[in-house]
């Protein structure tokens, strides 16, 4: 069964950094996509950053691109997501979640980290 825990949020202030880890297990993932999601208070959980699993291809949403770097580590089966230059409007839940290739959606999820950036 594939499982995804996350680690690494926590409060910083506006301008600072956090990087995010996200262990995976229990599947074949070189045919999956990895991704971050975030869901602020009240809000919906939007797509953040995705990563196929050969690091071949990356994608980020135009709210963090630039400022936010996903990145994995096969040997660990880790994906990570260093976030600087962090703004109060980034607090939210980070969610890692992944998906076969062959699939639309995201079929697993982590249970999230809370990131808080205060101002």
């Known amino acids: 069964q594939v499982q995804l825990v996350e680690s690494g949020g926590g409060l910083v202030q506006a301008g600072g950094s956090l990087r995010l880890s996200c262990v995976v297990s229990?599947?074949?993932?070189?045919?999956?996509?990895l991704a971050w999601f975030r869901q602020a208070p009240e809000k919906g959980r939007d797509f953040v950053a995705g990563i196929t699993w050969s690091g071949d291809s990356t994608y980020y949403s135009n709210s963090v691109k630039g400022r936010f770097t996903i990145s994995r580590d096969s040997a660990n089966n880790t994906v990570y997501l260093q976030m600087n230059s962090l703004k109060p409007e980034d607090t939210a839940v980070y969610y890692c979640?992944?998906?076969?290739?062959?699939?639309?959606?995201?079929?697993?999820w982590g249970q999230g980290t809370q990131v808080t950036v205060s101002s």
């Open positions: 229990g599947g074949y993932f070189s045919t999956y996509v």
């Open positions: 979640a992944a998906r076969r290739v062959v699939k639309s959606n995201y079929e697993y």
